[in-house]
């Protein structure tokens, strides 16, 4: 039992571990852009850089995962982050942000995938949504590592390489906790060698040719364009199209991301009394509503809360479907269809806010709230497709 909890302990950590970059870039490049004499939009440049290598190694995380297993691909790429983070707190060009920018990639989308089909094959529902909570925390603290750093005079560099030094601690923890991983192998009596050579079976072609793959890499898509495009847009869209205070609007936007959080964990506590389905579909009909209050033309208040509301509906529908994927598709092939259903995620994420920006330029911001509601149509229609497919995902 004790060592049961130590596993589940690094897990957990690993999770954070995986939100503490994806904000971190963010919350430092209103310092970094200035001091590296480039133009404020080359943090797109970046950005992509790592969306890329993420998408890479999510792609192939099935044959990666295949060769080396879970732990050693955890372990790989906690410490090629921490290399990557290190790298970067000494980068004094953007040349270098953008050759470590692929490695720090590439570590980000195989720990994805790679945990994400551990935990939905070994762990109940409730610690899926926690875990995804737990990225919420690291999301989270990484602008307060930062914003620390640069008030106490150690600049963006400080963020960092404190970031790195975290990330280098739990690689450390996961290095010594490895013998602890053979745990749920013998609890479920499986044969890794044998689960192995059945993956390594699986090519692309037949993963994409698998009954209700398609549809579900694309829901991924199209869920993750709601959730980034809201995130990245909606605090601008209150300003512009609602007229509402430049601050209010930047603290709401923060509410969003927190309302995913907060929902993620109250999410944990549903799980005992609904199904992922039942879960799904709830999450769905909130975004739905928040949408709708968005755009009511009663008042400034409900649009605020509707932000809220659209995180919080945001909340079970990622870990849901990814902790419904072995049993819709199969433990042997689930390794592959997760490491897909991530790489279509980011794509969603780095491609779809940038296309709502040309949107909201040539057009109107106004346009958000349509925005979210065609591409949450698509990933409904598409979810409800994969289960009329394959007959699963009702329980």
């Known amino acids: 039992m004790h060592m049961a909890f130590l596993l589940l302990s690094i897990i957990y950590l690993s999770f954070i571990s995986l ?71 000494v980068s004094n060009s953007f040349s270098m942000l953008c050759f470590f920018a692929i490695p720090y990639g590439l570590g980000a989308g195989s720990i994805d995938a790679a945990l994400n089909n551990y935990v939905a094959i070994h762990y109940k529902r409730f610690h899926m949504s926690w875990l995804h909570c737990m990225w919420g925390v690291g999301a989270s603290l990484a602008p307060y590592i930062m914003g620390l750093s640069i008030s106490k005079g150690k600049n963006w560099t400080g963020g960092y390489t404190c970031v790195s030094l975290i990330q280098f601690t739990l690689t450390a923890l996961i290095l010594i906790s490895l013998p602890v991983w053979k745990i749920n192998r013998a609890k479920n009596n499986q044969n890794e060698e044998n689960e192995t050579r059945n993956k390594k079976s699986h090519t692309i072609k037949e993963i994409f040719s698998t009954s209700g793959a398609k549809p579900s890499f694309l829901t991924f898509f199209f869920y993750c364009t709601c959730e980034q495009t809201t995130g990245l847009w909606a605090a601008t869209y209150l300003a512009l199209s609602k007229g509402i205070d430049e601050k209010t609007a930047v603290f709401f936007g923060t509410l969003f991301y927190s309302g995913i959080m907060i929902g993620r964990a109250v999410n944990g506590f549903l799980t005992f009394k609904l199904s992922d389905r039942q879960l799904i579909i709830s999450g769905m009909s909130l975004m739905l509503l928040g949408t709708i209050c968005m755009c009511l033309p009663f008042g400034k208040t409900i649009s605020l809360w ?5 995180g919080l509906g945001c909340a079970p ?24 259903q991530t790489a279509f995620a980011y794509f969603g994420t780095s491609v779809m806010p940038a296309l709502f920006g040309l949107i909201a330029n040539h057009i109107s911001i106004s346009l958000l709230p349509v925005y979210i509601f065609i591409s949450l149509a698509a990933s409904y229609l598409l979810i409800k497709r994969v289960w009329n497919v394959t007959g699963k995902g009702s329980n």
């Open 317 to 340: 529908i990622y870990p849901s479907i990814m902790h419904s994927t072995p049993e819709t598709f199969g433990t042997d092939k689930s390794q592959a269809i997760i490491g897909i």
């Open 19 to 89: 939100g503490l970059p994806d904000s971190l870039l963010g919350s430092a490049w209103p310092v970094m852009f200035s001091q590296l004499n480039v133009p404020v939009s080359y943090m797109g440049i970046i950005s992509m850089l790592i969306a890329l290598g993420t998408v890479i190694s999510s792609f192939f995380s099935d044959k990666i995962a295949g060769k080396l297993g879970t732990p050693i691909v955890t372990l790989t790429s906690v410490f090629l982050t921490a290399v990557s983070m290190f790298m970067f707190s």
């Open 306 to 310: 509707g932000l809220i509301i659209i």
